[in-house]
């Protein structure tokens, strides 16, 4: 049939008069768009940044213009901008996923819209339909849809190049307990149990569920819940923000029993974890204990703050020779209490302390509330029990004291304390004085070689964090440091320090591991490995503090603060991997498109930003890592069949600027991130994280990783991130969709010698299992909320079961 020309045209004009609100509509869109770019772009160029974004900005407001005008040169010139983009964007960030999308995947969409306004500006312009802009709009639509499917699948950062073997479990070595935090007082995380393996994973279940009751409040900083429970025999002891212990069947979850301390705390509700002692497993410590009950220790020993029984002595009704309470569990509080609980009844141990509890803030001198408080285990040592404490950052100089000390386990005596500010002091303070106020101070989880007889602490710095020009010389040397102590005396046996002068509270964050080490040579290293907020990972010989693997003092950046003074080298571990510690340039900048990608440039290039160990100043510098890291209080599990050490981090950068002390306002808190006071300095601080306007990290992803390393060769195995952006996303709002960029982690890690890693501390609420040869993730199960609790994993004493 043929079709006369008044008829095509006929048509032709209904077909515009359907579709012109095509390139109207696009032609707006692009000139909007073209208005930010160029306005943004502006501002970037004259900051020194790329000026790709003005050029866009430009080409995009011509197009959008002539599109509008029903101009088919306005599509000639989107198509070349875009193909402009396109190898710009492979110019700059390479052949890597996450940084393309940014760059690409936003004008690729607004590329597919252009292309369906084409035929309607054609015909504007009296042209037939054309074949090519059909077959265009085709292929956006493919690569836009294949780009959006691949956003599901792992980007693995580095693959393993081969595949370690697993080693069958012997019976006769596999744990009946899981009695210490990280399992083992050398904070292993490792279990020689395979009865869960690869091959049957997938059947794993819930088994039950147990509630704690505890409800968090809106006010502080929030209750989180950190905690590895303990198991011993049929038993599953578990302490919660509120510092609450349960007593659960280790088959069923029913609750045998619970005991309130009725702490109180303004702020940073934690409990990580118990310690657990029993005395029926040594007769020698059984005797010594009941030597010490019966004689207590003297002066070293302060007496209650109630008048009542002094601490460490038995009351009247209590035989001085009789020890009860055997099995005891350990609770810190988070209002500075050290509490003994009879495992067997939760009941308070009488002849411990002050009928059970010791109070932490004697010697300490004035304890405002939330200023010193105890959130992570403490950490059970023979017949001590040695505790730290976390001291607020950033409100005052003058704030508790950071000291450690050792407490009887039985009698709660003082056995020794270690002072960093004043080595005279080694039991309790002289009357009238008090602990060295204001010293670095252990917060997180203590180490301990029963045969070396040493306790190693990883130490914060004194407070506050970004202002040090009064810290004194003693300060400074222990500042972010580990430190061995003579299990028996609490004398310094060795430290290494991991950050000079620290002016970037770069506490040491986690428990260190001790593990040996074949040396090749037939002998064996005794090894402490260490990681740290900054993303570097020393390893020590344990008898000496020396380095095992090689570490440099660099020269690094020096600040221009008044009156500060500045290190003018670091320590870097050069002899193993360092993990999310890069210095950024502007072309790592990152977003969930090219628009929040441009101001996150904008942020960047607004900043100082030198490195790792960026000096704070009166002028908006960025920090990278940030404060919690790099890695943080979760430490590492290791696999000691493959000597492979499994490392998670997060990578989130912190702006910060100094605020001279006459512009510090009312309002500033000390708590987490707004400004902060530093009472005594010449300086308040500003903190921020370096998020975009959408919340998002303005760095490329991942944004957390898990690692692998092999502690042979010191080499990485394999690196993929973790955690989806499930039960998070953009402003806060949930995106529910599975995409594996790789989240911030935090917590613990679980190591089996079945080849399995498992891992919840991420921001979807899951329960990970993964290939500890590869990386791969094999296995997941939902979590009813997220979590930052330690996996850990044990066999019931019944027959033929065992839960994780």
Known sequence: ???????????????????????????????????????????????????????????????????????????????????????????????????????????????????????????????????????????????????????????????????????????????????????????????????????????????????????????????????????????????????????????????????DSKATAPNWQRCRGLGYFDATASASTVAQARAEVAQPAGDQNPSSTDGTTPAGTMPDSQPANAVTCARRLFLPTTDARLIAINADNGQPCTEFGNMGTVDLKVGMGEVKDGYYQQTSTPLVAGNLVIVGGRVADNFAVDEPPGVVRAFNVISGNLEWAWDPGNPDITGAPPEGQTYTRGTPNVWSAM???????????????????????????????????????????????????????????FDLPAQPLLYDIPDGKGGTNFALVQVTKQGEIFMLDRVTGKPLAQVQEKPVPQGNVKGERYAATQPFSVGMPSIGNQTLKEADMWGATAFDQLLCRIQFKGMRHDGVYTPPGEDRALQFPGSLGGMNWGGVSVDPTTNYMFVNDMRLGLANYMIPRDKVGAGASGIEMGVVPQDGTPYGAMRERFLSQLGIPCQKPPFGTMTAIDLKTRKIVWQVPVGTVQDTGPLGIRMSMPIPVGMPTLGPSLATQAGLLFFAGTQDFYLRAYDSATGKEIWKSRLPVGSQSGPMSYISPKPASSTL
């Open 447 to 505: 180490s301990y070689d029963a045969k070396l007889g040493l306790v190693y602490l990883p130490t914060g710095n004194a407070t506050p964090d970004f202002y040090a020009a009064q810290r004194t010389e003693l300060d400074d040397k222990y500042s972010s440091s580990i430190v061995a102590l003579d299990v028996k005396t609490g004398k310094v046996r060795w430290h290494f320090q991991t950050t000079h002068h620290d002016l970037w509270d």
């Open 1 to 259: 049939m043929s079709v006369s020309k008044g008829e095509y045209n006929g048509r032709t004009q209904t077909h515009i008069r359907h579709c012109r609100h095509r390139p109207d509509t696009a032609g707006r869109l692009i000139i909007l768009i073209g208005l930010f770019l160029t306005g943004a772009g502006a501002w970037l160029a004259v900051l020194g940044g790329s000026v790709y974004y003005v050029l866009m900005g430009l080409a995009l407001l011509l197009s959008g213009y002539l599109i509008w005008k029903r101009s088919l040169l306005g599509a000639w010139l989107y198509a070349l901008a875009f193909i402009a983009t396109l190898i710009w964007a492979v110019w700059e960030a390479g052949w890597e996923f996450w940084p393309l999308v940014a760059r690409v995947f936003a004008f690729a969409v607004l590329a597919f819209l252009v292309t369906l306004a084409v035929p309607a500006l054609r015909r504007a312009q009296g042209r037939a339909p054309c074949r090519v802009t059909r077959w265009a709009s085709v292929v956006l639509a493919i690569g836009i849809a294949a780009t959006f499917t691949l956003f599901f699948f792992p980007k693995s950062v580095l693959e393993a190049e081969h595949i370690a073997a697993v080693t069958k479990a012997d019976p006769n070595e596999q744990p009946t307990n899981w009695e210490h935090w990280g399992n083992t007082t050398s904070g292993t995380r490792f279990v020689a149990m395979d009865q869960i393996n690869k091959n049957n994973i997938d059947k794993l279940q819930v088994a039950w569920t147990a509630h704690t009751g505890d409800i968090p409040e809106s006010t502080g900083s929030g209750a989180e819940d950190q905690n590895t429970p303990l198991q011993i025999g049929d038993t599953l002891y578990v302490c919660t923000p509120y510092s609450k212990v349960l007593a659960l069947d280790v088959d069923t979850g029913k609750e045998k029993w619970r005991y």
